[in-house]
């Protein structure tokens, strides 16, 4: 698995004082208010766990699947809930934690359906960014690293549904997904 990787572009360790600084920041913005802390899966489970972990305030945790790329490095552009909420939104004060965004389609839906079920507030953490993919207008309230465009995997992200495993994030090699 390390072998189809070029370059590591952020240690366990830069990861970590990262997601420290967005649970202090979270911990900070939300206190007095019990949000709804939605993990998106599969990819952002990882930093769902390590984040819920330096946020300092009570907070319910859930969880909802969706999938827009399928097993492809480019997104469909259709966005497909998998596995939806158990809690109702409506009133709630909901935060999105998504591992990345690229084009901005996945959280642009998600947003659109938080808002529909009546959410009081709907925001966004997000570990990774790539602003240069974008394709809808849409930001993230609290970023953590703003990355170029390369094919990234670890730390939850995937290609093929692989990779999610490593403890970094790393580039991948072009020939692993170029052959
Ligand atoms: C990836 C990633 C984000 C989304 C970002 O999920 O985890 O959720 O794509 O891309 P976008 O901004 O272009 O929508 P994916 O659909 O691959 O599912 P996964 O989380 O299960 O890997
Ligand atoms: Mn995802
Ligand atoms: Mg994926």
Do not use: H
């Not at 596995?83 to 998600?110: H, M, N, P, Q």
Request: proline share 3%.
């Amino acid at each position: 698995m390390q072998n189809d990787i070029q370059e590591v572009l952020y240690s366990q360790e830069a990861i970590q004082q990262k997601v420290q600084e967005l649970g202090a920041a979270i911990s900070r913005d939300y206190d007095g208010r019990n949000p709804l802390v939605i993990c998106v899966l599969k990819g952002a489970f990882i930093f769902m766990a390590d984040l819920s972990k330096n946020i300092t305030i009570p907070i319910e945790l859930d969880f909802m699947a969706v999938s827009s790329y399928g097993n492809s490095t480019r997104s469909s552009g259709e966005v497909k809930i998998i596995k939806d909420l158990d809690a109702f939104v409506e009133g709630r004060d909901v935060l999105i934690v998504e591992d990345i965004i690229d084009s901005g389609l996945t959280l642009s839906y998600l947003i659109d359906v938080l808002e529909r079920r009546n959410a009081l507030s709907v925001n966004v953490v997000a570990l990774f960014d790539k602003p240069g993919r974008r394709t809808v207008d849409l930001n993230a309230d609290y970023t953590g690293f703003t990355i170029p465009d390369a094919f990234v995997v670890g730390y939850g992200l995937d290609y093929a549904e692989k990779y999610r495993n490593l403890p970094y994030v790393g580039v991948l090699k072009p020939e692993v997904y170029s052959s």
